[in-house]
């Protein structure tokens, strides 16, 4: 008699047969007799279908959108392009690339990753992200009254702040800002460590602060809502995140939490990896690090922390060069 089948194997079988199911209602699926009518029916002018993100079921939709004679454009941020369950379906992937009207990219360094991957003959054209301003309602003034009182709700004291705002992975780099933080506490006593975000590295990194006697240092605050953040951004002195990129298995395409950042008025440390560096502009609006281990972060956090003049004429740089990053604007290149 066999065994009775675990609960992860009911799970685990109940999803492949649901992924069976959906692959073969696709497979019956007929482009012209299906998406044209649909089409058809809202308008009878050229469309052209765009694609958010590559990946196996948007091939499907590339290969019917072909059939049915319909154009489409293709949005690359990075790491669709790296991750390893996906190696199979390579050839597809560039072809669904190649056979794009349009192919878009969050960073000029992005694009060249997509390139390099399927082909060097590719067109991309690179649409930054935006960051969306202060509503009309929320002056900042008022932003900053609030900010003065969440720190004081957190009991932070007058010592100066770096903030993190990311989901918890290794390539966050976290770790190196923790690892920083023993030296940095010898010259700013009164220093906190904010880390906002949650993820699977979360209770490796609160180990590491206890195992380096920093913890009394550290404010682990998980997720927070929209508001909380813009408060977090401007109560802090100081944003750090010095991302870091596997070629081979991971990718920052961007950045957007620089961008956030810069529309508090900060200046910001990131890794000197992938698309980061048109995120931060390095020495004008923050500093790039080599994330090989935590020297240059150290040193990094240091220099601005040691020098507010500095620090302080980075965020004006900052926040002068965002006004350049509007989702307006990336709607508008987007629909050239």
Known sequence: MSASPTRSNVGSNRANSAAVQAWQSLQSFHPKQE?????????????????GVWHPIA?????????A???YSCFIYGQELLI???????????EDLRQAKRIYACSQATAKLAQSAIDPSLTIQTIYPGVAPLTADQSQRDLEQQAAAYRKE????SGPVILSLCRLTP?????????????????????????????EDRVKLEQQAIDLGVMDHVRFLGRVCHDTKARLLTLCDLFVMPIRNDIQTDWEGFGITFLEAALAGKAAIGGRTGGVIEAVEQGVTG???????AQETQAAIAQLLRNPDLR??????????????TWHDSAVQLLK
């Not at 091939?59 to 059939?67: D, E, G, I, Y």
């Not at 390893?84 to 560039?94: E, L, V």
């Not at 780099?173 to 975000?197: A, D, H, M, R, W």
């Open 154 to 157: 957190l009991g932070l004291g």
């Open 84 to 94: 390893a369950r996906y190696d199979t379906m390579a050839a597809k992937r560039a």
């Open 312 to 325: 302080q004429h980075m965020g004006r740089a900052a926040q002068s060069r965002v006004r350049r990053f």
């Open 69 to 71: 004679g319909i154009g």
């Open 59 to 67: 091939h499907f939709w590339c290969r019917a959108l072909r059939q």
């Open 287 to 293: 500093i790039l690090v080599d994330t090989a281990d």
């Open 171 to 199: 390539r966050k780099g976290i770790n190196l800002v923790i690892e920083s933080l023993k030296p940095l506490i010898q010259e700013f006593p009164t220093l906190t460590y904010l880390i906002v975000g949650h993820g």
């Open 35 to 51: 998406i044209l009518p649909f089409i058809y029916s809202i308008t009878e002018r050229p469309v052209e279908v765009f694609i």
